[in-house]
């Protein structure tokens, strides 16, 4: 009876600290943000929705910008009866078109004087490949090149805030792709390349974003980051064949309930990088903490070229003359 309950215990015990390990670091801080204005795009799913439901807790006056505004307005209700009284905006943003996020930075410029922050957390994975209205493939516009047009157009509101914070969702897959990969994407764009080339080509390219950003407004009141939310259980996979498939999701299932992370768990360092008093800018975040990207994320030199060269590939579309 004894060897049972003890077998119970050492087990449990097991499956509890495998559990803690791979759930990640948990956000401590207890800063209250009532009144601050906070942009999350794709706040209507997963690790957007679990950081918005949090960010109302905390009292910030969120504008959850969607493209899916029916799944936005359910998130928006959602949030409403936990914490009634939250200010919640729903917005529609489709970061695949650059008349799109036009539209929005201007409705955000006329309702907001300020902005405390913005959260590009909005992305693709595993997408079938297509270009985009704006002729760009479609995950590297929604991922990249679309953060980072929405990044500049907001500049101004960010400014006018005491302090600000952008933050940048990418992921460990950024270390998959070595340079060559990197100019090949970015200058070919209707030369489709593997899906997990694509996505981590985007996410190395928002990690030396946010390098080459936090330099240009190192002299200013903006701090900006990017975070590994970790491996989440979101609807991101939907299209990726292990696990978009039912079958074999329900195989995996047991695994991954123990070794993959909640939306809540996953939007933990997201939510760190809002909330800790570190200022520190031009950083990677993992698990709540600061972590280093790969050597090639870590080119400053690397993260000013590609910097000129997306202004490049964005002539005629737009210009950052007057932002930084
Ligand atoms: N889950 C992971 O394991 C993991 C790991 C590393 C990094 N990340 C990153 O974490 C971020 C959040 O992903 P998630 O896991 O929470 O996935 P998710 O549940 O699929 O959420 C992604 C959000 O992005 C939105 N979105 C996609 N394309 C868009 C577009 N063109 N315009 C505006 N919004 C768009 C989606 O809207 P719809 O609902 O309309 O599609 C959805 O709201 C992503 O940047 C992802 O790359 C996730």
Redesign the pocket.
């Known amino acids: 009876m004894w060897k049972y309950i003890g077998g119970a215990v050492v087990t449990g015990g097991i499956i509890y600290g495998v559990m803690r390990y791979f759930g990640g670091g948990i956000c401590n801080c207890s800063t209250r943000l009532d009144g601050l204005v906070i942009i999350i795009?794709?706040?209507?799913?997963?690790?957007?929705?679990a950081l918005s439901l949090e960010l109302a807790r905390r009292g910030a006056t969120l504008v959850l910008?969607?493209?899916?505004t029916r799944?936005g307005l359910d998130v928006k209700c959602e949030i409403l009866a936990a914490y009634p009284g939250s200010q919640v905006h729903l917005k529609y943003?489709?970061?695949?078109?650059f008349a799109?996020i036009f539209q929005f930075s201007e409705v955000i410029k006329c309702e907001f004087d300020e902005i405390y922050a913005l959260v590009?957390?909005?992305?693709?994975?595993y997408h079938p490949q297509e270009l985009t209205e704006d002729g760009f493939e479609i995950t590297f516009q929604?991922?990249y090149l679309?953060p980072f047009v929405l990044t500049h157009y907001l500049l101004n509101s960010l400014k006018s805030s005491d302090h600000a914070r952008i933050v940048n969702?990418?992921?460990?897959?950024h270390r998959m792709v070595n340079v060559y990969d990197l100019k090949a994407v970015t200058t070919c764009q209707n030369e489709f390349r593997s899906h997990i080339v694509a996505?981590s080509v985007s996410?190395l390219a928002l990690i030396l974003f946010t390098r080459a950003l936090s330099k240009k407004l190192s002299k200013s009141n903006i701090i900006v980051n990017a975070v590994?939310?970790?491996?989440?259980?979101?609807?991101?996979?939907?299209h990726f064949p292990w696990l978009s498939n039912p079958w074999l999701y329900a195989l995996q299932w047991p695994i991954r309930r123990l070794v993959?992370?909640n939306?809540g768990q996953?939007a933990q360092t997201a939510l760190h990088t809002l909330l800790t008093s570190n200022r520190s800018t031009g950083q990677y975040y993992t698990n709540c903490k600061l972590s280093l990207p790969s050597p090639l994320a870590s080119n400053e030199e690397i993260a000013n070229e590609y910097y000129a060269t997306t202004l490049e590939i964005l002539a005629g579309i737009f210009s950052t003359e007057s932002d930084c």
């Open positions: 795009t794709g706040a209507n799913s997963g690790i957007g929705k910008a969607c493209r899916d799944k943003l489709d970061l695949a078109s799109s590009n957390n909005a992305g693709i994975f929604t991922n679309g969702l990418s992921s460990e897959a996505y996410k590994n939310p970790g491996n989440v259980d979101t609807n991101i996979y939907r993959v992370k939306p996953g």
